[in-house]
């Protein structure tokens, strides 16, 4: 059975930095496209960022680049999420997504495998 599990969510505040992880089993992932997206209720699940089976493409979405940095140790099958200088407007479920073409990394439609989540609360 293919699991994604997320941790290292939490509370913080303003400025601060969390780090989230994702790990993978059931099956290995190493060519495959890893990426995190959010939600908060109400609105759409969205893209923040992701990562190529080589770890060398990266992408990131507006909100978050310059703040948040993905990376991936695919001999763990593990993937991270560096958020830094948090912002209250980061508060969200934080999903991992897995899927086996770069194209289109952004759109949340296009992924295989997802995570339960895990919750990011920013406090100002």
């Known amino acids: 059975q293919v699991q994604l599990v997320e941790s290292g969510g939490g509370l913080a505040q303003v400025g601060e930095s969390l780090s989230l992880s994702c790990a993978a089993s059931?099956?290995?992932?190493?060519?495959?496209?890893k990426a995190w997206f959010r939600q908060t209720p109400g609105k759409e699940r969205e893209f923040v960022a992701a990562?190529?089976?080589?770890?060398?493409?990266?992408s990131y979405a507006e909100s978050v680049k310059g703040r948040f940095t993905i990376s991936r140790d695919n001999a763990k099958n593990i993937v991270y999420l560096q958020m830094d200088s948090l912002k209250t407007e980061d508060t969200a479920v934080y999903y991992c997504?897995?899927?086996?073409?770069?194209?289109?990394?952004?759109?949340?439609?296009?992924?295989?495998?997802w995570g339960q989540g895990t919750q990011v609360t920013v406090s100002s």
């Open positions: 997504a897995a899927k086996n073409d770069y194209r289109s990394a952004y759109d949340v439609a296009g992924y295989d495998y």
């Open positions: 059931g099956r290995t992932f190493n060519n495959y496209v």
């Open positions: 990562v190529s089976g080589s770890g060398a493409l990266k």
